[in-house]
């Protein structure tokens, strides 16, 4: 088929009852169907044309619960400190002085993890507690690196 402006209709049945669908015509012979289950479990789907099913109709789809925006939350951080000499040239071993230390809404992040590759590089990984406004200070023999202090909220 070219064209569209056939009847076809789409209902779909959930483990806890119907689930709205919207068909589309695509005006080429084609049809979208969008439809957003909220439970996991099988779904039967039944397509008709003029109140017929159409073939290998219905359809029975297992449908797997995925994520939320609204509960999902970024729960490790990283990042990578590069040493770098007065000539700004990069280090190649370690045991430089760094600290970092990140103040939240209540004290101190306990729990922040600082390792020395021993290439020049150190890399650092916390958790944040919970949420608001925090403080990262990265510093070396006691003075803020560049890019010391930020802020990150959460």
Sequence with gaps: MKKGGDPFEV?????????????????DGTY????????????????TLKTKPIKDAPFTVMVKE???ETHSF?????????ARTK??????????????DI?????????????????????CSYK????GSYTVNVTLNGKHIKGSPWKQNM
Excluded: C, M, W
């Excluded at 979208?32 to 397509?47: C, E, F, L, M, S």
């Excluded at 944040?128 to 949420?131: A, E, N």
């Design 103 to 123: 103040q939240g809404p209540s004290g101190p992040v306990p729990n922040v993890s600082l390792k020395d590759v021993g290439d020049g590089t150190y890399f």
């Design 74 to 82: 970024i729960e490790n951080f990283t990042f990578t400190i590069r």
């Design 128 to 131: 944040l507690p919970g949420s």
């Design 11 to 27: 209902k779909i049945q959930g483990p806890k009852g119907p689930v709205d669908s919207k068909i589309t015509d695509n005006d």
């Design 87 to 100: 000539k700004a040239e990069n280090r190649k071993d370690g045991g430089d002085d760094f600290k970092v």
């Design 66 to 68: 995925g994520a939320d």
């Design 32 to 47: 979208t169907v969008d439809y957003q289950p909220t439970n996991a479990g099988k779904h039967r789907i039944d397509v």
